[in-house]
């Protein structure tokens, strides 16, 4: 669910507020009332309000300019939200090649510059004692900043992902371009923490912790790309071979319904996955709810092969398939698990979201108790806070 306050759309993109926003919004209109106190104290209010607002719409232009470029590569964004350290635009998937990621990611500073020159010159065809003046000069000032603050080679900031795009078309590996542009945004976090502390310990200087609290910021979402980037080198590593298991049964399909329900059926608290084979070939998947419907008068006369559903018509993936590729198949069909064909054709294994999981959870070196891998198998659900389908769709 989407966090925050919607307040409306633009070119189709939801926009939203999250509620640290009012808190810059109002720390900025305090803060910039005390440059207007010429013009008295209503409008200097008003003044400091409007230049905190036009501030936040400087920013939303700036993160559309990011959105429109994505949405020309066919990229589908789900959301603008601005907060506490200005914007993010929620897309749904990276850009194809690093020519076209850097282009989305040099859309927003260009416009932040674009910005500023109109502004610049608006600013000139206006009394320079003006109000409008003053308001239009600060708010060129404040885009040049924005503009030229973003190219910091860094993630989370845009000039990380023209770093991660420069890398990237360097090495032909993704991956290794947003491990080098987050491993920099870490640095320069801790940078601007130190820096800030010490502006704050031995200069007295109060807006220190400003520039601490921006480098905690980059430190965190930088080091948010690093663990993203280790469970999408997961998700494309490990193998559907890796991750199944041979939790079904194979049965002859050449057994009766009746047969099949008493040898199998009776008395099983839990029905496990089975598969008909007869003549040495798998002929499909059993289906208990297609025996449910027949008539039990027929149960007699018809064997599992006349019931089951087709290999050929079963959503399967082949031992070699990705993860990403597995997730994909899983969460489009809504699938509670998914048969691995081996190269031959033969049923090799199944896997659910529990294997998954515990599949991931190894090649991190991430430890997980058994009994929590059960209950993902039980309620077919991943754990919070593990977004596997959103990261694997974005891959694609």
Known sequence: MQAGWRIGSLFGIPLFVDSSWFVIVLLFTVANRQDY??????????????????????????ELGHSLVAQSQGIRVNSITLFLFGGVAAIDQESKTPGQAFQVAIAGP????????????????????????????????????????????????????????????????????????????QFLGILAISLGLSAVLFAKSYSGLWIALIGWFVLQNAGSYNRLTDLQEALINIKAGDTMTREFRVVDGDLSLRQFADEYLIGVDTIPVYFAASDGRYRGLVSVDALRVIERSQWDRQTL???????????????????????????????????????????AGMIDRGDIVRSVANYLKVPIPETSIRRIKEEGIYPPGLPLPALAKSMV
Do not use: C
């Not at 013009?39 to 700036?62: K, M, N, Q, R």
């Open 37 to 62: 106190s010429q013009w008295g104290p209503t409008l200097s209010w008003i003044a400091g309000f409007a230049i905190a607002l036009l501030l936040f719409a400087s920013v939303l232009l700036h």
């Open 110 to 185: 260009l416009v932040s510059f674009s910005l500023f020159f109109i502004l610049n010159i608006l600013a000139q065809t206006l009394p320079s004692s003006s109000l409008i003046y003053s308001l239009a000069s600060e708010l060129a000032r404040i885009n040049l900043v924005l503009g030229v603050f973003n190219l910091i080679p860094g993630l989370p900031l845009d000039g990380g992902q023209v770093l991660k795009a420069a890398v990237w078309k360097v090495t032909g590996n993704r991956l290794t371009g947003v491990r080098w542009a987050a491993k920099t945004g």
């Open 305 to 347: 092969n006349q019931i089951v559903q087709p290999l050929n018509e079963l959503i399967t993936v082949l031992e070699k398939a990705s993860l990403v590729e597995v997730i994909n198949a899983m969460e489009e069909k809504e699938l509670p698990r998914i048969t691995v064909l081996s190269p031959a054709g033969a049923v």
